[in-house]
Structures are given as C-alpha cells and as structure tokens.
C-alpha cells in the first residue's frame, strides 16, 4: 500500500512539475525582455490634435510661433480603413511632434480618441506584444497613404495609435523629450503600468505617493503620481479619484521649455490662451494653456533650485 502511494504520489509531482514547466516557458515567451523593442525614438512620438478646418492653419502657425520648428507640407488624405477625409499635416518642433488632423467628413470611431501616435519598427510584432501585455487592439492593421496603422487601447482605458512607415523617417533629435500625461483610476493604475511597461520595455523613474496636488489643480491635496521612461519618451501617469477641475485631464502632453516666461509671451502673441497661471513646485514650473482651435498642453520648465 505504501508503495502505491509513493508511486501515486510521485506521479502527481512529476504532473504538476511539468505544468510548472510549460507555466514557466510560456511565461518566457511571453516576457518583454524575450520580446522585440518596437520603439524608434521620441521625435517620432506624434501627439494627435483633431481640430476643424477653419482653425487648421491658425492652429498650427500658433504651435510653431510658441515652440519653433518646420512642418511638412498640408494635404488631403484618407487616413482611416473606412471612408473619410481630413486635413493633416506634421508639426516638428523642438520640444515634440504633433499631428494635425482637419477632417472634412465625419469622424470613424474610435479616431479622435487616440491621444498619441507611436512608430514602431515592426507592425505585426507591434500588435503581438500589444496583446501579450493586456492591451486591447481596438483597429486592426491597415495600409494608410504612407504604410500601416493600428489603434490599441491599454488597461486603464488610454488610446493609443502605432503607426509604421514604408519609407523610414529621419527626423532630428529633439532638444527636450515631451511627456505623454496619462490620467488612469487607483483601480486601474497598477494594470496600466505593468502593460505599458512590458510594451514599451521601459522603466519606471519614480513613484510619488504623495505629489503636490496643485499639479492637478488640488493644491491642498496630494495624489499619486508614476514617472516612466522607454525608448518611446516620457511617460507621467497620474493616478487620482477623477475629481479634478478643468482643465486637468484634458491635456495629453506636456512640453518642457528652456525659459517658461519667454514661451509663455510667445504663445500669447500667437493667440495661446492661459487656462492655468503659472505654477511652481520642487521639479517644475508650469502652465495650462489652450491653442487655437482647441488643444489644451502643459509646458514647463525646470525649476531652478
């Protein structure tokens, strides 16, 4: 009897060793340091601002008035797998890359809701490791005038595109990297990070239980903020309990500037509405503002200590 036993039992340990085994490969495969780093570099980062045709032009003469830098030239273009049109054009500036989009028919969903675009490397190893880290493919891979798209959707409800070219772009480096301010629920925030850093392959930089609040307009509160790093760019996510005032959570990017002051007086004179007044913390001193037609960013500048 006790040999069956020990037999039984040996043959339940080798079963269950096994699965451990299988458990632990599929878990290699499926690890981001396993995997291909699809990012390029931050220049190649684009924030996507949607505004109307009428404000196109004003919109994107107010962006190089404040920050510097060229754009290539404005066409009409299909730039969904469904029938549509739009306006688009490419802002490069030294502080970080802006797509322009104008369109002139209804917008296909879930377009408009993507808040940055990523260029990636390899498509369809794009969309793998996407999926591998939790993340949803809301728009599968189509051709676009240029090469292909994918809009994903990471844990915590944040949009982005990944876009791949035919041709590789060659854009200059830029003189500061842009962070992407993501905004996610205390119920989400542990889910998003850890998708976002097993597909961007990055780091995290700090995690500040308690921020200074008036970063999100509670300047008698405190939040959680998380601080990260990839070859994509800058990534800040902000965790908080969504009562935020206007207009906290409606910029999608912030610009950090050598001078705040000198830039502030240069995007007023282009027609740059000052939402928030400038601010100062520890890290940073800082500003909410509105462009023409629209889009709402953060800039900043270092705090000199």
């Not at 995997?35 to 924030?47: C, F, R």
């Not at 809701?113 to 996407?130: H, I, K, P, S």
């Not at 007086?265 to 909410?288: C, F, H, M, Q, S």
């Amino acid at each position: 009897m006790t040999t069956r036993m020990t037999r039984v039992f040996a043959a339940i340990a080798s079963t269950i060793f096994a699965a451990q085994l299988l458990c632990l490969n599929l878990s290699a495969q499926s690890s981001p340091e396993n995997g291909t780093n699809v990012a390029v570099a931050p220049q190649y980062d684009t924030t996507h601002v949607y505004v109307a045709p009428e404000n196109f032009d004003r919109f994107v003469a107010s962006l190089t008035a404040t920050f510097g830098g060229t754009t290539t030239k404005e066409g009409v273009f299909t730039v969904t797998p469904t029938a549509s049109s739009t306006i688009s054009q490419l802002v490069l500036t030294p502080v970080g890359s802006i797509s322009v989009f104008g369109f002139k028919t209804p917008i296909p969903y879930p377009f408009g809701l993507e808040r940055t675009g990523y260029l990636v490397t390899d498509m369809n190893a794009a969309v793998r490791q996407a999926r591998a880290t939790g993340a949803d493919v809301l728009v599968t891979p189509f051709d676009d005038p240029i090469g292909k798209d994918t809009v994903i959707q990471f844990p915590g409800g944040v949009i982005t595109q990944l876009y791949w070219h035919t041709t590789t772009p060659s854009y200059a480096p830029l003189q500061t990297i842009p962070e992407n301010r993501v905004y996610v629920s205390a119920d989400r925030a542990e889910a998003f990070v850890r998708s976002f850093l097993a597909f961007a392959h990055g780091r995290i930089l700090s995690d500040e239980a308690h921020a200074p609040g008036v970063e999100i307009g509670r300047p008698n509160d405190s939040y959680r903020r998380i601080r990260i790093e990839s070859k994509f760019g800058k990534l800040t996510v902000f965790v908080t309990d969504g009562h935020l005032p206007y207009p906290y959570g409606r910029e999608f990017t912030g610009y950090e500037v050598a001078d705040l002051s000198i830039t502030l007086e240069k995007a007023k004179a282009a027609g740059v509405e000052v939402l928030v007044p400038p601010y100062r913390t520890n890290e940073r001193d800082a500003v909410l503002v509105q462009f023409p037609g629209g889009y709402i960013a953060e800039i900043h500048s270092t705090t000199k200590k």
